[in-house]
């Protein structure tokens, strides 16, 4: 079966708004123009579902282990949408940064996606969560310290974070641990979790907090 689509080839135009119709722009290449002016970032802050998560007010960090990580998580990223009908976090950038103290040479940040225990009560003061443009609604995240896994009884943990640098000044965001790419491919469903863990040389007392952006959409999850 033939499914055909009509389009007019083009310069860029007003954009139309509401439930204006529009036929689709073509190139002179007969080839469907998408996304050619705005960046990436774009539609979803247009859209006011854009957060970010960072430094909100003085804060204390969590020193990183030195063993592989197992049940231990020394923050957790809570979705507490309702399980029916609350909408999925899908993270654009993840990563930790230095607090305090002074880091030790190079190390890796772990993440891991669980069930349980769920997170109660409010965020870990000095850690927030903000919009990037336009908010619509507050998302229903809560991110704490110090979380032991119990579903599942081993939780599989990926390296999304890795710092190779020598740098050991001792000044806050110094070390910095992040995935810059990750476009969605990390995601958080309604009453799940995420855990992050670091795992670095031991240093002077180095502290440290996660910092992120993601996209807080309704999704089908199958």
């Known amino acids: 079966m033939d499914i055909g689509m009509w389009g007019t080839i083009r310069r860029f135009a007003k954009q139309s708004y509401g439930n204006a ?14 996304a050619q002016v705005e960046s990436p970032g774009v539609e979803g802050n247009r859209a006011g579902r854009r957060f970010m998560i960072g430094n909100s007010a003085a804060i204390t960090g969590i020193a990183p282990v030195q063993v592989a990580v197992t049940t231990a998580a020394q923050w957790a990223i809570w ?10 976090f899908y993270f654009e950038e993840l990563g930790m940064y230095l607090t305090s103290g002074t880091p030790g040479v190079g190390g890796a940040l772990w993440a891991c996606l669980y069930s349980l225990p769920a997170s109660t009560g409010n965020s870990a003061a000095g850690v927030g969560v903000g919009p990037t443009g336009k908010t619509v609604g507050t998302p229903a995240i809560m991110v704490n310290p110090s979380a032991t896994i119990t579903t599942p009884a081993a939780p599989v943990w990926y390296p999304i974070g890795i710092n ?13 641990f992040e995935h810059r790419r990750l476009e969605g491919r990390l995601s958080i469903p309604p009453q799940y979790g995420m ?20 996209l807080a959409l309704d999704s089908d999850n199958e």
Do not use: D, I
Not at 24 to 33: G, K
Not at 164 to 176: C, R
């Open 164 to 176: 190779f640098g020598a740098n050991v000044t001792a000044f806050a965001s110094s070390a910095l």
């Open 79 to 88: 979705n507490a949408e309702p399980a029916s009908g609350g909408r999925t």
């Open 21 to 34: 119709r529009a036929l689709a722009r073509l190139t002179n290449f007969e080839s469907l123009a998408v």
């Open 195 to 214: 855990g992050l863990a670091m795992v670095t040389p031991v240093g002077t007392s180095p502290l440290y907090a996660p910092f992120g952006t993601f």
